[in-house]
Antibody, heavy 117, light 109 residues
Framework: QVQLQESGPGLVKPSGTLSLTCTVS?????????WSWVRQPPGQGLEWIGE???????KYNPSLKSRATISIDTSKNYFSLNLGSVTAADTAVYYC??????????WGQGTLVTVSS | QSALTQPPSASGSPGQSVTISCTGT?????????VSWYQQHPGKAPKAMIY???KRPSGVPDRFSGAKSGNTASLTVSGLQPEDEADYYC?????????FGTGTKVIVV
């Protein structure tokens, strides 16, 4: 059973960059085509941020595209999210997920990132 | 792109059925057969319950079923059990991105 674990700072200053890593265990990140980031502001719904494939192709939510960058490191078996120019509206629990076809088959436990000075 | 529209809440007694709707557009739900449903308990990560409109991942009870008509998809939970009380979100593939629904809280009364 694959395991995904998000990690990164829990507090980011406004206008700074949010950086998270998703480490994949018990599976090779090269075996599956697509990996995604999803976020959930406190008390609100889910929002897809973007995805990356093992060759490095990326797709992003149009509403975030200019600020989000997803990258992959197959040698270390993880993929990462950078979100720039953050504001309080970016405060959320951030999840990483593994695709199974066109749905999110496996999820990390999530990590809360707060944007505050 | 706008979020898919779901009712804020739905309720039923143990043993009853509840159906949740998920309304999108002809560019997402109506065009692609890649609608999936996720169950989320408080403080937990979402869990896939239905994918590709009607398919169940391994281990998901057959009490959960999905359907689609036009721009609206639906999730039916039959034989409600207390552990089914949770938030449910639909998602649709929309070409180069995914759009989530607004979420529905299912209450088992």
């Amino acid at each position: 059973q694959v395991q995904l674990q998000e990690s990164g700072p829990g507090l980011v200053k406004p206008s700074g960059t949010l950086s998270l890593t998703c480490t994949v265990s018990d599976d090779s990140i090269s075996n599956i085509n697509w990996w995604s980031w999803v976020r959930q502001p406190p008390g609100q719904g889910l929002e897809w941020i973007g995805e990356i494939s093992q060759p490095g192709d990326t797709k992003y939510n149009p509403s975030l595209k200019s600020r989000a960058t997803i990258s992959i490191d197959t040698s270390k078996n993880y993929f990462s999210l950078n979100l720039g120019s953050v504001t309080a509206a970016d405060t959320a629990v951030y999840y990483c997920a593994r695709h199974s076809g066109r749905h999110f088959g496996d999820w990390g436990q999530g990590t809360l990132v707060t944007v505050s000075s | 792109q706008s979020a898919l529209t779901q009712p804020p809440s739905a309720s039923g007694s143990p043993g009853q059925s509840v159906t949740i709707s998920c309304t999108g557009t002809s560019s997402d739900v109506g065009y692609y057969n890649h609608v999936s449903w996720y169950q989320q308990h408080p403080g937990k990560a979402p869990k896939a319950m239905i994918y590709d409109v009607t398919k169940r991942p391994s281990g998901v009870p057959d009490r959960f079923s999905g359907a689609k008509s036009g721009n609206t998809a639906s999730l039916t939970v039959s034989g409600l059990q207390p552990e089914d009380e949770a938030d449910y979100y639909c998602t649709s593939y929309a070409g180069d991105f995914y759009v989530f629904g607004t979420g529905t809280k299912v209450i088992v009364v």
